[in-house]
Each structure stands twice: as structure tokens, then as C-alpha cells.
Nanobody
Framework: QAQLVESGGGSVQAGDSLRLSCKGP????????TGWFRQAPGKEREFVAA????????YNVDSVEGRFTISRDNAKNTVYLQMNSLKPEDTAVYYC?????????????????WGQGTQVTVSS
């Protein structure tokens, strides 16, 4: 079973940028579809973005389009979430997760393995 480790979270000001990383196990990780979700206090977990092995991507258009970019480096077993123009409403714990190979899914139940999460706090 894949083990995922997120990093890159922190506390920033509105308008700043952060890059989150999700590192998975060698060899196997490159085959999975990987997604980023986030959960703010008192709210349900929300889809952010996902990327298939092919590079095909999906985004939560309403929340992050044009500001966040998901990418993957299969040689490094890592998926990134570049977050620009951060807003206070982006404050949440961000989780990466893996799903079986296929088109990127926006549904949390499609993902089998989850990381521990990394906190992102954006101040106004």
C-alpha cells in the first residue's frame, strides 16, 4: 500500500505563494492518479486538483482555477501543488491521496490512500 508524505505547508500572507509536495513510494507511485484535497475547520473535505500518470489534470474550477497548478515528477515520485495568489479562504489542512490509474477523479471515495495532511494558513 502506498505511503504518502506531504510537505510545504505553512503560514503566509494573502497574495503569497506556497508549493506543496506529496512524495510516494518508488516505482509504484508513478502509476497512480494523485489528488489534492483540503479541509477547513467545520467544513467537509473539498477536492482541489488531481493529476493522472498521463499528466491529464482536473481542478476545482470554482475555488482554485488560475491560481493553483498541479504537476508531477515521476522520476522523483512526487506530485506538487503550486499555490499562487493565496487567499484567507484557502486556509485548510491539505491532503494528498492516491487512486487507481485512470482519469483524475474529484470524488474523495475514489482515493484509497491518504497522507497525514499539511496545514496551510493564509492571513489577510
Amino acid at each position: 500500500q502506498a505511503q504518502l508524505v506531504e510537505s510545504g505547508g505553512g503560514s503566509v500572507q494573502a497574495g503569497d505563494s506556497l508549493r506543496l509536495s506529496c512524495k510516494g513510494p518508488p516505482r509504484a507511485f508513478m502509476w497512480y492518479t494523485t489528488g489534492w484535497f483540503r479541509q477547513a475547520p467545520g467544513k467537509e473535505r473539498e477536492f482541489v486538483a488531481a493529476i493522472a500518470r498521463s499528466g491529464h489534470t482536473a481542478y476545482n474550477v470554482d475555488s482554485v482555477e488560475g491560481r493553483f497548478t498541479i504537476s508531477r515528477d515521476n522520476a522523483k515520485n512526487t506530485v506538487y501543488l503550486q499555490m499562487n495568489s493565496l487567499k484567507p479562504e484557502d486556509t485548510a489542512v491539505y491532503y494528498c491521496a492516491c487512486a487507481q490509474p485512470g482519469n483524475p477523479s474529484r470524488v474523495a471515495s475514489s482515493y484509497e490512500t491518504w497522507g497525514q495532511g499539511t496545514q496551510v494558513t493564509v492571513s489577510s
